[in-house]
C-alpha cells in the first residue's frame, strides 16, 4: 500500500491534516459518559425515589452495556487506522481493524435491538387497553425477529463461520454470500429501525392523546415522547450514507462517516428511552432551579410562619427520601399554597393583643374507590410515576 501512496514516504496514518481518528474516540468517549449518567440517574429515580422498577430498566441497562461495549470497540479500531487513509496503515493493523469491524456489525443488532426492546417493556406502563397492548406485543415481536435474522445473518455469511472475520482482500478459496447481498440486508435492517422507531414514538403519544385529550399536560407529556424523532433523524442519516457512500474503497476513512452515525443511533436511542422514567428528577431539577413555581409532583417546599418555624402539612406522605407518595400514584398540586391549604389571617374574635396571628388550616380528605376487578395490592399510575 506504501509504493501507491500519494503522500510522503514515511507519513504516519494519523498524520495526515484530515485525520479523523481523534474525533472517533473523543466522541465515542463522551457517547459513554453522557449515556452512563443518563442510565444512572434513570435507575436511581426507579429505585429510589419512585421505588417501581420494571423489565424496562433491565433491558436498558443491558442496552447501555452492549452500546457502550460497540463504542468502546470504536475507541480501539482507532488504534488500527480508524479515521485514517487506508493507503497509510500498515497491513498487520489493517487486518485487526477488519477482524474488530466484524465484531462490531454483530454487536450492533443487538445494541439497537436491546434498545427498542427497552422501550418496548415501557409501553405497557401508560396503558392497558387490549388494541394497545396487541401492538406493543407485535413490535416487540418484529423487533426480537428483525435481531435475530440480521445477528445469524450476518454470522454465518460465511463457511466455515470463522472465515467471516477475514478481511475482504483475502477472497481466494472463501465460500461466503456476495458483498451485495450483505449490504440489501443491511439496508432492510435499517429500514425496518426506522419504521420501529416511528411506532415506538407514536404509540405512547397516541395512547397518552386518546386518555388525557386536549390538556396542557398531555401536550407537556407528548413533547417529551417526540423528541423519539431525533432516533428516527439518525437512523435515516444512517440509511442515507449507506446507500451513497462505496464502503470497498477507503473504508478505514470513511469509518469517521458511517461509523459516528451508527453510534449516535444506539446512544440517542438510549436517551430518549430513558428521559420518560427521568421525569421526577428532571422536576425536582427545575424547580429548585426556579424553572418551576411549584413542585407538582412531589410536594412544595414547606412554608414558614411569621416566627420563622417551618411548617409542614402532616397529612402528606413522605417516603424516607423525603419524596411524596400518593396512594394511587396521581400527581398532587398545591400541597402547601395558601389557597389549598386554607391559610389566612383573620379577625379574632377573642380579647388579644393587635398584631397577633391567627392561623387557620382547613384539611380535606377525598377517598376513592377502588377499580373493579384490580388485582390486590395494585395501584393506580400516572405517567410520572412509570
Known sequence: ?????????????????????????????????????ILWTRLYVR???????????????VAWAVICSQSALDIAEVKNGSGAHLELIPMPAV???????????????????LMRLAV?????????????????????????????????????????IKDLWKPPFETEGLNCVSAKANDNMMVSHAVIGIIMDVVLMVLPIWMIWKNMMFTKK??????????GVFVIITGIVRLWYI?????A?????????????????????????????????????SYKLGLRSKLLSYGATPAKNTNGVTTSNKAVQRSTHGYLRSGNGVDRAGTDTDADSQKAIIAS???????????????????????????????????ADV
Not at 25 to 35: E, K, Q, V
Not at 253 to 279: N, R, S
Open 1 to 37: 500500500m506504501a509504493t501507491t501512496s500519494t503522500y510522503p514516504e514515511g507519513t504516519q496514518f494519523w498524520q495526515t491534516a484530515d485525520y479523523k481518528g481523534n474525533l472517533l474516540r473523543d466522541l465515542n468517549a463522551s457517547l459513554i459518559a453522557i449515556s452512563t449518567v
Open 47 to 61: 429505585l429510589v425515589m419512585t421505588k417501581n422498577p420494571g423489565l424496562d430498566d433491565i433491558f436498558a441497562a
Open 95 to 113: 487486518i485487526k481493524f477488519f477482524e474488530l469491524l466484524v465484531t462490531q456489525n454483530l454487536i450492533y443488532f443487538w445494541a439497537v435491538g
Open 120 to 160: 418496548v417493556a415501557f409501553l405497557p406502563r401508560l396503558g392497558k387497553e387490549k388494541l394497545y397492548l396487541y401492538l406493543v406485543y407485535a413490535t416487540a415481536a418484529i423487533i426480537i425477529i428483525q435481531t435475530n435474522f440480521a445477528f445469524w445473518y450476518k454470522l454465518c455469511e460465511c463457511r466455515p
Open 218 to 227: 398531555a401536550i407537556q407529556v407528548i413533547l417529551i415522547f417526540s423528541v
Open 243 to 247: 446507500k451513497t457512500l462505496v464502503f
Open 249 to 285: 474503497i477507503d473504508p478505514t476513512y470513511k469509518m469517521a462517516t458511517i461509523g459516528v452515525w451508527t453510534d449516535l443511533e444506539g446512544h440517542v436511542g438510549l436517551w430518549v428511552g430513558c428521559f420518560p422514567a427521568m421525569q421526577p428528577i428532571l422536576r425536582t431539577i
Open 349 to 383: 374574635d377573642y380579647n388579644v393583643e393587635l398584631g397577633q396571628i391567627r392561623k387557620q388550616t382547613d384539611l380535606e380528605v377525598k377517598v376513592e374507590e377502588r377499580v373493579p376487578g384490580g388485582e390486590k395490592g395494585s395501584r393506580l399510575e400516572s405517567w
